[in-house]
């Protein structure tokens, strides 16, 4: 290191002031991540197949070195992320895929320009970061979990910092603060750590859902830290509080990857992706919704992104998965707000909606009441002319709200159906039942009418008729009493027992008032058959004997009438063949009461048979197969699901399982359940969003309850990190988990404080902190159980 100081710049420097303007290069392979120099006249790019220098010249890049030297390149070249010390401009740092710290001096008059290797880290170190003011000071996080702080002028790290978790993905040096440094985690924490106390972290806080992939502290505020994570957000904290503050929030569409404040102004940053999305986006933190300027030149991902000097706003470097280094000059952005539509919509937690359009776009109402806050006027006078490059176009707009009663938007529904539908543990039928009523005792007709046709169409046959024909007895069977039916169980040849029929009074009734027809206790198989025959009433079924059955009301009372035209609905247009009815009218005058073997012969004539009974065998089986209703039933999902109705989607989907899942695709399913299960979690319902995860047929769906389940414990006397074999630390021999209330091992539900490491029983602890707001175990902090 000592050379480094003699030596001057190896490559040169430009001066004067930046100039340049939009302009790329090929490189030989993808970029991982790049680094400016601290003069802003040459950029360092490293990959996992390339490293090399490049000079920044007014019309083009200009290859300077390749530090990519040697007959065999070893892995110390392949490069996950590179720095360019801010200070001495002749030292780099990279980390290397296979773990190792890698520093670089320029100075050097050999052609590998390696110095140091640092090979304490075990995996892959995903961030280096040297410190702004000490030349010496470098700090490197790794995906085992550990950060470790190297002093150049030694051998090996200084001091080791332990995350306790799962792998570091970005380190940063404070800007204003000379001994603090952020850390970012996959399990979507933050630290804050003081180098001086390698023992513990300063502050720690939740700051994204899913992994935090990026931080950077703001240069000149000295509080504020952006994080960029997984869950496709970006934030803004005030660490100046005692709490983390969440001041801002953008909302972007993929994933962050990088994040970086832009020189010289205050509220603005730059963000890339590292998945779905090749953009570069520049957002202004006030205004979250729609980014202030974008380059969409990269064809694929942009994986490094960096300011070309610290006090210029007007120039930004980039490099990509598609193997290009980019300049873009600020002036040349696009602006997304000059292509956005000036009208929003949105609706109220109860329902309200709320419509705002540039006033240029309204007619001018004259009974529309202005909305308090709604007119945004800019103030006419300003002490200085903004620049209108780095402002967002400032448009009067018109609001309108849209009121609705507090009952037609409430939801209450939605969560009573959601605790009490059962989708599993049950057989289907019962299943389908108990939603049914569940859907009816909500008042929702619709949705329970439709749980019942399912359960009718997907039901086994011999369950649906068992449960049909146990509810025979109640129903008004000649409403749906069809002779053509009727004959699909019937032959020509087909006889009742004559001793049968003698002995028992059965006979038919002709009288008007007796419509309907009584159900015998007994089922008897009919005699003379060679199997049971079968009669279908409609939805319900009949035996041979209850056919015949009717009951005598009154015996003595004969009188003349004759057999309406109408007894049984028409399933055909009645062929005009007057010689047929006539006889039988005269014989039913004479005699209304007809005894069975009257019946018989009268019935089962050739002529008869064709135009009342259906004497010939089924020409279709009496069930349709399950598949038959896949087509009205995938319709039917598609209908709730554009309804808004998700929940009715999703939960017939589980519910049918197999015998739907292969009608509609994949990719509509994922959907569907993302939407209820979000929908769920937003109404606090987590036992049943889990239970919808656990069941769901999506194998998207399945793997959400399975992500960040490993929990890592620490001694909490020794601090070291536990083994799996007991609960007794192997280092100091003390029980790692006691309740600070009982002092009793806990090997249940353990619950903790987060700011004092203490805990115990999740009742003990609870219970303690009903009544006093102090630690259980004596250190003083003000525990708080939510």
């Known amino acids: 290191m000592e050379k480094m100081s003699r030596v001057s710049t190896a490559l040169g420097s430009g001066g004067g002031a930046i100039s340049g303007r939009t302009m790329f290069c090929h490189l030989d392979a993808p970029a991982n991540a790049i680094s400016v120099c601290r003069d802003a006249s040459q950029v360092v790019v490293a990959g996992r197949n390339i490293f090399k220098i490049y000079g920044l010249e007014d019309e083009q890049f200009v290859e300077k070195l390749n530090l990519r030297v040697g007959r065999k390149p070893s892995l110390n070249f392949s490069c996950a992320d590179v720095m360019w010390h801010q200070m001495e401009e002749n030292l780099l740092a990279t980390a290397a895929t296979n773990g190792a710290v890698v520093t670089w001096n320029l100075g050097k008059p050999s052609r590998n320009k390696q110095d140091q290797l640092f090979t304490e880290h075990k995996r892959t170190v995903n961030k280096v970061c040297f410190h702004p003011s000490e030349v010496y000071m470098l700090l490197s996080g790794s995906q085992d979990g550990f950060m470790k702080c190297f002093d150049l002028r030694k051998k090996e790290s200084v001091s080791t910092f332990s995350g306790q978790s799962e792998s570091v993905r970005d380190v940063q040096f404070s800007m204003k603060e000379y001994f603090t440094f952020a850390a970012s985690f996959e399990n979507g924490n933050v630290q804050l750590w003081d180098i001086r106390r390698p023992d513990r972290y300063e502050r720690m806080f939740t700051a994204h859902n899913g992994p935090v992939f990026c931080c950077d502290w703001h240069p000149d505020d000295r509080g504020w830290l952006a994080t960029g994570g997984r869950d496709k957000m970006v934030k803004v904290w005030d660490m100046t509080t005692n709490r983390a503050k969440e001041i801002h929030c953008v909302q972007t569409i993929a994933s962050v990857a990088r994040v970086k404040w832009r020189p010289e102004r205050k509220w603005h940053l730059a963000t890339c992706s590292m998945m779905v999305d090749h953009n570069i986006y520049v957002w202004d933190v006030r205004r979250p919704f729609i980014p202030f300027a974008t380059f969409e030149e990269h064809k694929d991902v942009t994986t490094g992104i960096a300011w070309r000097h610290q006090h210029d706003p007007y120039f930004l470097l980039s490099g990509s998965k598609d193997s290009t280094l980019y300049q873009h000059m600020f002036k040349d952005a696009s602006r997304p707000v000059d292509k956005a539509n000036p009208e929003g919509l949105c609706f109220g937690l109860f329902g309200d909606l709320a419509f705002a359009a540039k006033e240029s776009l309204i007619s001018s109402d004259v009974n529309r009441k202005p909305y308090p806050g709604g007119d945004r006027r ?94 025979l007895g109640t129903l008004p069977l000649m409403n749906s009493f069809s002779m053509k039916d009727m004959g699909a169980g019937m032959c020509p040849d087909s006889r009742l027992d004559r001793s049968k029929s003698e002995g028992r009074s059965d006979a038919v009734h002709l009288e008007p008032g007796n419509s309907h027809i009584s159900n015998n206790d007994e089922n008897e198989e009919t005699e003379g058959s060679d199997g049971q025959a079968e009669y279908v009433f409609g939805d319900a079924e009949l035996d041979d004997d209850d056919l015949y059955s009717v009951e005598h009301d009154n015996p003595a009372e004969e009188h003349e009438y004759t057999l309406p035209q109408e007894a049984f609905p028409l399933r ?143 001694c909490s006397n020794c601090k070291r990190p536990m083994s799996n074999k007991g609960w007794v630390c192997d280092r100091c021999h003390q029980c790692a988990s006691v309740c600070a209330v009982c002092h009793h091992v806990v090997k249940g539900l353990f619950v903790w404080c987060q700011g004092c490491s203490h805990g115990g029983h999740l009742e003990h602890m609870m219970n303690w902190l009903k009544s006093s707001p102090h630690c259980p175990a004596g250190c003083g902090h003000l525990c708080e159980y939510t």
């Open 378 to 471: 800019y103030p006419i006078f300003f002490f200085k002319k903004p620049d209108l490059t780095e402002q967002f176009a400032h448009v009067s707009s018109a609001l309108s709200v849209f009121e609705t009663g507090l009952e037609s938007g409430r939801m209450d529904w939605f969560a009573k159906t959601a605790r009490l539908y059962l989708l599993s543990g049950k057989p289907f039928a019962e299943l389908c039942d108990h939603n049914a009523k569940v859907a009816k005792e909500l008042n929702r007709p619709q949705v329970s009418t439709t749980w019942t046709m399912v359960r009718i169409m997907f039901s086994d046959p011999a369950n649906l008729n068992h449960s049909l024909s146990s509810k």
């Open 572 to 714: 055909h247009e009645i062929l005009d063949n007057p010689s047929a009815p006539e006889p039988l009218q005269q014989d039913k005058a004479d005699s209304p009461h007809v005894s069975g073997n009257e019946a018989e012969v009268a019935c089962l004539t050739p002529i008869e048979s064709c135009s009342l009974i259906s004497a010939s065998q089924p020409l279709f089986t009496p069930h349709l197969p399950a598949s038959f209703f896949c087509p009205v039933v995938r319709q039917m999902l598609r209908y709730y699901a554009e309804q808004g109705d998700v929940q009715m989607a999703v939960s017939v989907l589980i519910v049918l399982g197999e015998r739907i899942r292969k009608e509609i695709d994949d990719l509509t399913q994922e959907h569907w359940y993302m939407s209820y299960i979000d929908l769920l979690q937003r109404f606090e319902l987590w036992n049943v969003s889990n239970e919808v995860i656990k069941l769901s047929t999506c194998s998207a769906i399945t793997c959400l309850n399975q992500t960040s389940t490993t929990l890592h414990v620490n």
